[in-house]
């Protein structure tokens, strides 16, 4: 049993803390999402949107009872009871509308909140949706960053670190852009131990709810194309489509973006515009810890799988040479069959996506695949024949 009793808020320096009472199983929790002292103005007070939002996913994956003492916005509450928990019961939870009280409902609206939002985390994914959002209709003027999970499944000291070397880096993005910027920081990863590959959407857009006098809109990048819509346990984006129509306040409204174009295509939008050349960072090594507290730019093993992956694309649509700052062009310059034929190989063995669209565009581009690349994937699909051939 989960109780939310009160909410409140709290300061400390130059943070302001938004803060839960909650009872789990009868001990006192204290929850809280914080942000920067200038945000205060923007915390939505007159619900507790943001901890429910996070707490009715964990009891529904944890089929537990949940009692809020602290209104949802009444959008909210509709999304969640009647759009999602059908949803949810589809992919087998077991969670019934009888286990969520929530008996207090909040009809506030907040005209104030103007800005459009996303994420930004350098990857292809955020300067898609970036450059999309600048030439919406509904004009992207705001980045954020949340330390929700993606930094650390469970939080920690390296989560943090790693979050504030990423906050100085956004902030800094964001200044040359005349964007605006919004950290948020929780202790829910912590408090509620879940999987983030299996709750990310909610962790996100949760930070987003703490700031309805802010957002009226936010963006958020899909993974998968509308094609893998699919209701599973496993992973929300295969589902996001569902739950940016069912997580919805009075007055904010999240989109998705990116349904329809694959990977390939998204590259081509990203490596069409200046703005990501100095900063694109896909690599999985250099986002860890040690490079991110030593980088102020964006640098990228020009290694590993994803490295590998986007320096592919990127040479095959002839934009590699933009990227010459964040990638070595020297590495890839001498690894250019191996990294190829890692690609066949995954495209052979393992049916891998990527690899498929990356052969399609290089084709479509007559891109000159050496004969080298096919014997090396080739080496490599034997490879376990031969290992059991000799023993
Ligand atoms: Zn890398």
Redesign the pocket.
């Known amino acids: 049993m989960i109780e939310l009793q009160n909410i409140y808020i709290e300061k400390a320096e130059d943070k302001v803390f938004f803060k839960a009472d909650c009872l789990i199983d009868n001990q006192l929790q204290v929850l809280w999402f914080s942000t920067d002292i200038a945000n205060e103005k923007y915390i939505s007070t007159s619900n507790a949107d943001a901890f429910i939002l996070f707490i009715f996913f964990y009891a529904v994956f944890e089929n537990l009872e949940f009692k809020s003492n602290v209104p949802v916005s009444k959008r909210l509450k509709f999304g969640l009871l009647e759009v999602l928990l059908p949803a949810f019961q589809e992919m087998g939870f077991k969670a019934q509308p009888e286990q969520f009280s929530f008996e207090l409902e909040d009809d506030s609206l907040y005209p104030e909140a103007t800005a459009v939002g996303t994420a930004m985390s350098f990857g292809i994914d955020s300067f898609y949706t970036l450059i999309k959002g600048n030439g919406s209709i509904q004009k992207l003027n705001y980045l954020t960053l949340f330390n929700a999970g993606a930094y650390g499944n469970y939080g920690g000291d390296k989560a943090k670190e790693l979050f504030d070397a990423m906050k100085n880096r956004v902030d800094t993005f964001a200044n040359q852009n005349n964007l605006g910027f919004a950290w948020v920081d929780t202790n829910l990863n912590e408090t509620f131990r879940f999987p983030y590959i299996q709750s990310h959407t909610f962790r996100n857009f949760a930070c987003v709810l703490v700031l309805q006098k802010l957002f009226k809109t936010y963006y958020y990048a899909s993974t998968f194309s509308i094609n893998d819509f699919r209701l599973t346990q496993s992973d929300p984006s295969n589902y996001d489509l569902l739950n940016s129509k069912a997580i919805s306040t009075n007055s904010l409204e999240f989109h998705i973006t990116g349904l329809i174009e694959n990977r390939i295509d998204k590259t081509k939008v990203v490596s069409s515009n200046e703005i990501s050349y100095d900063n694109l960072n ?6 860890d810890y040690a490079g991110a507290s030593l980088a102020t730019t964006a640098k ?9 992956r986007t320096m592919v694309t990127l040479d095959i649509l002839g934009k590699l040479e933009l990227y010459k700052s964040v990638f070595d062009l020297n590495i890839y310059a001498k690894n250019k069959n191996k990294y190829l034929a890692h690609l066949l190989y995954k495209k052979y063995r393992a049916n891998y996506v990527f690899s498929k669209d990356i052969f399609n565009e290089a084709k479509v581009r007559n891109y000159n695949i050496p004969a080298k690349a096919y014997y090396l994937a080739s080496m490599r699909v034997f490879q376990p024949i031969v290992r059991k051939l000799k023993h």
């Open positions: 896909v690599c999985l090594v250099t986002s990228n093993c020009s290694k590993c799988e994803k490295c590998v």
